[in-house]
């Protein structure tokens, strides 16, 4: 049972091996901490910051397991290795590590049943086992959240034994956990353990003034130190990150500018579905059981503290659902002593994994962008250099830097600057991946298209029924579900028409009144260089030689000027020729009424 939620959260994984914007900090510092080590100038976070800045912890931990996994595999096996999946699955292993401490502080306090039904009901949960490999700073917090809340679970069972040295010794654990959590990952955690901690020390007397200052303060400044010391070398300027975002959302209310929800939102809209089952459960094991009205208490604090803020994320509240599960748990053990108990506890459970199915099959068409990028690499081969541009909605939907596999042979951007369609061509793209293809059409053309996620629509009783009839003889899995999953082309893989030097040099051309095409060790090109001066001193130089396509570049231009040699000069288009060809001009005294000078 203890390694049952691994399970599923590997499962979860390798059904949607790509992640979201939100998740992507942490993956993209993963990936640099794995391949470029201490050289930060070709880290993702120097040209892409985000809003806020985010701790590099956590990366290091999961950069330095990955790597150490990556150099005991055989060569031969690597260029199987999907890295993006192993740094996921090492995160998703370490918080089923902690949710099996969770759950055998669950059973020191309610029962061995107990301990069994919260694995069973949290494996009927969606949310907490599909994040939980995702590298969100909330995941990255959760084992430390998850190892602290365990042990103020059993300072619980502790006091039932009248035990106080005990007690204050998991409260101090509590503390050690849980600072960190907040310190370094996410704030929420730090107000928890506020909770927690003004609870055990106010009303209940459990936690001695002396151990709360000297185990607080010290836990404080060593996670200080740690982020501060980490961190600032990341970023390269002295910073707190967890403080700035704090700053940022709770004293700048900046948040808010992502939506806003109702006070209820937690309560009624967000605990039924991440919970399901176990959410009326847990409110049943409420009404009947103080020792389950103890353990809410801290959460229902927590969540109601939340719930004053405008803007609502299901994740600022991942780190109480275990403590529901838990309760939930406690109720299941006295229903299944009845019948009616026990059709309702499986009836319900049946309901939550159902759910779970529809949802990660939802999730399954939600990243079309790390399909888009995985599909490209499919159409066009390793070893033939090219440009690729992915745009904001493909960064957003699972492209990152693990999926790009071809570096440094192929070049990919993610450039956010470009205003019109010939910037794309001005920065010589070879590929797109776009959202709006139309846009493009004059350049490129679309060689593929990705679908994904349009609408999630009920089926009717009589389409529901004929789906079931067909799952009989197809085995369909679709079939069984009461929602139809519409999908619609999302994405577009765009390919530059014909040959994408000449259609460069075309533009360039077109583009600029003068532009030279030039080798810098060439004394032909220096001399042509030396008489422009003396009438120009803006036009365009292009160094054939500096680029990495210096072939297909004399190609393409031999195709439009029927010259090979360098250096050759454009005016409005047409080429006026070589070095001979411009001195020629400068000797007869035309050149500068030919010059656009």
């Known amino acids: 049972m203890k390694s049952l939620a691994l399970v599923f959260i590997a499962l979860f994984c390798i059904s949607c091996p790509y992640t979201k914007v939100e998740e992507s900090f942490n993956l993209q510092a993963t990936h640099d901490i794995i391949h470029y080590g201490t050289d930060i100038s070709n880290y993702d976070h120097v040209e892409f910051p985000g809003v806020v800045p985010r701790t590099f912890i956590g990366s ?163 996670s200080l130190v740690l982020t501060l010391s980490v961190d600032s070398f990341f970023w390269q300027r002295w910073l707190w990150p967890e403080g700035e975002v704090f700053y940022f959302n709770a004293i700048l209310n900046k948040s808010s500018e992502w939506g806003t929800m109702p006070v209820y939102a937690y309560f009624l809209l967000f605990l039924p579905r991440i919970l399901m089952v176990s959410y009326p459960l847990a409110l049943l094991a409420y009404c009947r059981d103080a020792t389950v009205r103890r353990l809410l208490m801290p959460s229902l604090i927590y969540i109601g503290l939340f719930s004053c803020l405008p803007h609502k994320e299901w994740r600022f509240i991942i780190y109480t659902i275990p403590v529901w599960t838990a309760a939930a748990a406690a109720s299941v053990v006295g229903l299944i002593r009845s019948r009616m108990g026990l059709a309702l506890v499986l009836s319900g459970g049946l309901a939550s994994i159902v759910g779970s199915v529809v949802m990660l099959s939802i999730s399954m068409q939600n990243y079309p962008g790390g399909e888009a990028l995985a599909r490209l690499h499919l159409l066009e081969p390793s070893t033939q250099p090219l440009h690729v541009h992915l745009d904001v909605p493909t960064a957003m939907t699972g492209a990152s830097r693990f999926g790009e596999l071809f570096r440094p042979v192929w070049r990919y951007s993610k450039d956010e600057s470009h205003q019109s369609p010939d910037d794309y061509i001005q920065a010589e793209y070879t590929h797109l991946i776009t959202s709006h293809p139309e846009l493009h059409n004059d350049h490129f053309i679309v060689v593929d298209e990705i679908r994904g996620l349009d609408s999630v629509r009920l089926k009717t009783p009589k389409t ?41 040099v075309n533009h360039i051309i077109e583009k600029y009144p003068m532009v030279l095409y030039s080798k810098t060790y060439c004394p032909f090109c220096r001399r042509a260089k030396q008489i422009l001066n003396t009438h120009c001193k803006n036009y365009k130089v292009i160094e054939v030689d500096l680029r990495p396509d210096g072939i297909a570049m004399k190609e393409a231009l031999f195709t439009i000027s029927g010259r090979r040699t360098f250096p050759n000069l454009f005016v409005h288009g047409k080429s006026i020729g070589g070095s001979d060809d411009i001195a020629l001009l400068q000797s007869q005294g035309r050149l500068a009424e030919i010059l656009p000078c």
């Open 60 to 222: 290091l931990v999961l950069g330095a397991i990955t790597k150490m996994i990556l150099f005991v595999t055989p060569s031969d096996l690597q260029l199987l290795v999907n890295e993006q999946l192993i740094v996921r699955l090492v995160l998703g292993t370490i918080v089923a590590a902690a949710l099996t401490r969770f759950q055998t502080a669950v059973g020191r306090l309610f029962s061995s049943g107990a301990s069994t039904a919260f694995a069973l009901l949290t494996c009927c949960q969606f949310h907490i086992l599909f994040w939980s490999s995702r590298t969100l700073p909330n995941t990255l917090a959760l084992p430390l959240v998850l190892m602290g809340m365990a042990e103020w679970i059993e300072s619980l069972a502790v006091v039932q034994q009248q035990q106080q040295q005990r007690r204050v010794q998991h409260l101090q654990r509590m503390i050690w956990y849980l600072a960190p959590a907040g310190i370094i990952f996410r704030f929420e955690a730090g107000i928890l353990l506020a909770i927690l901690v003004m609870i055990e020390w106010i009303v209940y007397h459990n936690l001695p003034l002396s151990t709360l200052l000297k185990h607080g303060i010290l836990s404080v400044i060593l």
């Open 464 to 504: 529901y029924i004929q789906d079931l009839r067909q799952f009989i003889s197809n085995r369909h899995l679709d079939a069984i579900l009461p929602l139809n999953i519409v999908t619609a082309p999302k994405l577009f893989i765009m390919k530059l028409r014909g040959h994408p030097q000449t259609q460069w």
